[in-house]
């Protein structure tokens, strides 16, 4: 009998601004074990209890300051992440049409800063995952498995 997979349940959200079309991450402490240094979009995982769209509006509030009904986000990908250190995480990532206030760095104990970023044309600093976040928000693509870099060459499967 083969064992049961079992994934970890993770929501992101794109805070896309409507003028310039770019999207709301936050860079990580220099000391963070996952990304370093690096730039994520807004997210986490799923705590007891929530349903995705409601993890979602809590990440966006806990991390940014961002509030938004949860039934105003709108879905847009679907991922399953395989990290670099085997765990296998699915990965829900809506979008935030509206909005109330202002994106302030809400955990400055996890975040050195907010960075608006093209997603056509995201910098390097930013996570792998981020990236394949990116590049299937850019081409409308709805479903990906990605590979954490370190495991296959870094490619997008």
């Known amino acids: 009998m083969s064992a049961v997979h079992r994934s970890v349940g993770n929501v992101m959200v794109l805070l896309q601004r409507p003028d310039d079309g770019k999207v709301l991450t936050v860079r990580h402490q220099a000391t963070s074990w996952h990304s370093p240094g690096m730039l994520t979009v807004i997210g986490g995982r ?20 961002i509030h938004v ?7 847009s990908q679907l991922h399953h992440f395989h990290a670099v250190d085997g765990e296998r995480v699915i990965g ?24 608006w970023v093209d997603p056509a044309a995201p910098p390097a600093d930013c996570h792998p995952f981020t990236h394949a976040v990116f590049a ?10 990605v590979t954490a870099p370190e495991l296959l060459g870094g ?3």
């Open 46 to 65: 799923l705590e007891a209890g929530e349903f995705l769209t409601e993890g979602a509006a809590r990440e966006l509030a806990e991390e940014v300051g």
């Open 69 to 75: 009904a949860p039934d105003l986000l709108q879905f």
């Open 92 to 115: 829900i990532v809506f979008t935030a049409p509206r909005w109330e206030g202002i994106p302030c760095n809400r955990e400055p104990d996890t975040h050195v800063e907010l960075v």
């Open 136 to 145: 299937h928000f850019v081409s409308a693509q709805l479903y990906g498995n």
């Open 155 to 157: 490619e997008d499967q």
